[in-house]
């Protein structure tokens, strides 16, 4: 499975911003996706997650009721809309995929991960 994220770029604060993951492989409607970010001299961190049907997301604390995740299996594509954007949602962002059903916040869990987008929300 090879992953290509998109979609990133400069916003005020308040702003949104929709990034895309398209994925390769006619496996990609099993697989859960993941969303995760990294900022500047921190850790990556888990921002959402979608299993295979849509039917079950997770969210960080952090971006809850600002960030939706989805996904068109017949696109081979994931979303991240993210509305309300705050500086501190500054990073890298990346999407990732695993086989195993469940969503799940763990980064090592995700075999497969795209190379990531920039976004930064200015103040």
């Known amino acids: 499975v090879q992953l290509q994220a998109s979609g990133g770029g400069l916003v005020q604060a308040g702003g949104s911003l929709r990034l895309s993951c398209a994925a390769s492989?006619?496996?990609?409607?099993?697989?859960?996706m993941g969303w995760f970010r990294q900022a500047p001299g921190k850790d990556r961190e888990f921002v959402a997650a979608?299993?295979?049907?849509?039917?079950?997301?997770g969210y960080a604390d952090s971006v809850k009721d600002r960030f939706t995740i989805s996904r068109d299996n017949y696109k081979n594509t994931a979303y991240l809309q993210m509305n309300r954007l705050k500086p501190e949602d500054t990073a890298v962002y990346y999407c990732?995929?695993?086989?195993?059903?469940?969503?799940?916040?763990?980064?090592?869990?995700?075999?497969?991960w795209g190379q990531g987008t920039q976004v930064t929300v200015s103040s």
């Open positions: 990732a995929t695993k086989r195993a059903p469940a969503t799940d916040p763990r980064a090592y869990e995700y075999e497969y």
């Open positions: 979608i299993n295979w049907s849509g039917s079950s997301t």
């Open positions: 492989g006619r496996t990609f409607s099993s697989y859960v």
